[in-house]
């Protein structure tokens, strides 16, 4: 018995050490931050601002200078910068926390067609590397399941919650569609010709998409007594109130998807990933359809793509008249979400203005999720969602940031990799 019992304690006392921190309470008390400059998030810079927030809600957002009194704790930040908090779009955080442990993996379900997939309710809001975006400024995220045809449904949440219920600011915001490839290629790697040639399933696999879709609107209009979840989860799609993620790269691919979503009557659209969305930015301004695309750290699809395309085409589409976000799909997304503010300050170091980088991870990931009217810029009325850093956010080397807020509540900076950070630094001091 005693020794179930030192079992017992001993799993309670590993539980605490590798438990996330305890959610911030609610805000009872204003907060005043004075002296920062503030990127707005809209392009917009304050130099010497003040910012005021209470109950949640930014009450103030001017400059210091203006004789207004000051309410509450007053946070003196006279050269540092304030931003908005960073929103990931298309991220997997809190679906998968050990990749090798099935157990843990949450991130597709079993089937092709499943609209009905809900992601929100398998985000873990404790997962060990939620907390981990935090230190960076990243406090929001888009939670998009994978695999399949048609995914699943997407939700936007707030990194600092104790279940998804809590966490959740935007329910069932987007359904996922993953677009066929026109063009194949062999496995190298099992001695197949690697080069690209046309897919002949590539039309096939269209005709599912359109069949299923199309299905699914004579179903919601027949109003049948019989319960058809798939079909009945794409109503939102129809009416507007829900928006079309369409994965998918190329030129081709990216007119066909959307050519066949208007002729379904499916016009509340996003393109993900983009690869060739340079190509037909005359299309994506005439429907107003946003791209989000992929982080700039990797190689062009294309041998015939600029060597530095990855790197360009933020400032390629923004000055096209698109409206950009940046995502995180690809290999080891979710660890590499924490990095979005230094994929953002890539676009900037390849021609984007930097406040217009900024606007990829705040303002405008903001009106892609449609959660423009309370978050994404540093607005009066708008959540108190933000930072304050010691320089440059964008900028890996100042990225140093000493207090944070999520809708007023001001939050822990602390995660198990700061633990280990600090551990091991003073381990080096001592020797």
């Not at 109950?55 to 540092?80: L, P, Q, W, Y």
């Not at 926390?97 to 997939?117: L, Q, R, T």
Request: glycine share 8%; with cysteine; aromatic share 8%.
């Amino acid at each position: 018995m005693k020794n179930i019992l030192k079992i017992v304690l001993f799993f309670a006392f590993v539980g605490n050490i590798i438990a996330q921190q305890t959610p911030a309470s609610k805000q009872t008390t204003a907060i005043c931050i004075e002296g920062a400059t503030a990127h707005l998030g809209n392009g917009q810079i304050i130099e010497n601002s003040l910012i005021m927030f209470e109950n949640g809600k930014i009450t103030f957002v001017g400059s210091a200078m203006m004789k207004i009194a000051r309410m509450g704790t007053i946070i003196k930040a006279e050269g540092k910068h304030i931003y908005p908090g960073f929103i990931a779009l298309d991220a997997t955080l809190g679906l998968v926390e050990i990749d090798a442990v099935k157990a843990s993996d949450d991130e597709s379900e079993i089937g092709i067609m499943n609209p009905h997939v809900r992601s929100l309710i398998a985000y873990n809001a404790e997962s060990k590397l939620v907390e981990s975006m935090r230190p960076n400024g990243v406090l929001m995220a888009q939670i998009v399941p994978k695999g399949g045809t048609i995914s699943g449904t997407s939700s936007i949440v707030q990194l600092d919650a104790w279940n998804w219920e809590d966490a959740a600011i935007k329910i069932d915001d987007a359904i996922h569609l993953n677009w066929p490839g026109s063009f194949t290629s062999g496995r190298w790697w099992l001695g197949e010709d690697p080069a690209l040639k046309p897919n002949p399933e590539y039309p096939k696999n269209v005709e599912k998409i359109n069949s299923f879709f199309t299905d699914a609107k004579q179903y919601l209009a027949s109003k049948s007594d019989k319960k058809h979840l798939p079909f009945a989860s794409t109503n939102g799609l129809f009416d507007g109130s829900q928006k079309l993620y369409i994965h998918v790269n190329g030129e081709k691919e990216i007119t066909d998807a959307i050519t066949m979503s208007k002729e379904l009557g499916i016009n509340n659209l996003v393109i993900v990933r983009g690869e060739g969305a340079e190509k037909v930015t005359d299309l994506l301004v005439k429907n107003n359809i946003p791209v989000i695309l992929n982080r700039p750290h990797r190689n062009p699809n294309s041998e015939d793509d600029a060597y530095d395309d990855t790197y360009t085409i933020a400032k390629t589409l923004h000055d096209k008249g698109v409206l950009v976000g940046l995502g995180m799909e690809g290999q080891m997304d979710r660890m590499n979400t924490r990095n979005l503010p230094f994929y953002a300050g890539t676009f900037s170091a390849f021609g984007l203005e930097k406040e217009k980088a900024v606007q990829l991870i705040t303002g405008d990931a903001a009106k892609i999720l449609g959660i423009d009217a309370f978050a994404g810029t540093l607005e009066v009325g708008k959540d108190a969602t933000l930072f304050i850093s010691e320089g440059d956010a964008l900028d890996m080397r100042t990225n140093i940031i000493s207090e944070s807020f999520i809708q007023g509540r001001k939050i822990s900076l602390e995660s198990h990799q700061t633990t280990l950070w600090k551990r091991y630094s003073e381990k080096i001091k001592s020797n």
